[in-house]
């Protein structure tokens, strides 16, 4: 069982940043692949970025629309994954959830692929 709580959103300006936490318990958490996904209002819940667990050697995979703007990272001592997110758009607002996924080597932009969900934290970028 892992429990995930995100921290870190709020309000910016377009092209400020913001850097978001999601803080795991458990004493697995190199053994997750954790994603980063986020839902625009009326829409779908998407995929935002993803970074490997210890075994698949860190690996990183993001969406397009973030390629560039946003770096995923994580610190397994401290059981946390980041999300820095740099030259914000307004398009960029929306509630983001991290995600785990236990010992995923596959497809990692999948929602289905992840066994655990945080609660959401609203990221809003004005313009």
């Known amino acids: 069982q892992l429990q995930l709580v995100e921290s870190g959103g709020g309000l910016v300006q377009a092209g400020g940043s913001l850097r978001l936490s999601c803080a795991a318990s458990g004493r697995t958490f190199s053994s997750y692949t954790m994603g980063w996904f986020c839902q625009p209002p009326g829409k779908e819940r998407e995929f935002v970025a993803a970074i490997s667990w210890s075994g698949g050697g860190g690996r990183t995979s993001y969406a397009d629309s973030v390629k560039g703007r946003f770096t995923i990272s994580r610190d397994n001592a401290q059981n946390t994954v980041y999300l820095q997110m740099n030259s914000l758009k307004p398009e960029d607002t929306a509630v983001y959830y991290c995600?785990?996924?236990?010992?995923?080597?596959?497809?990692?932009?999948?929602?289905?692929?992840?066994?655990?969900w945080g609660q959401g934290t609203q990221v809003t970028v004005s313009s």
């Open positions: 995600a785990a996924a236990w010992r995923n080597n596959g497809i990692v932009t999948r929602r289905n692929n992840y066994d655990y």
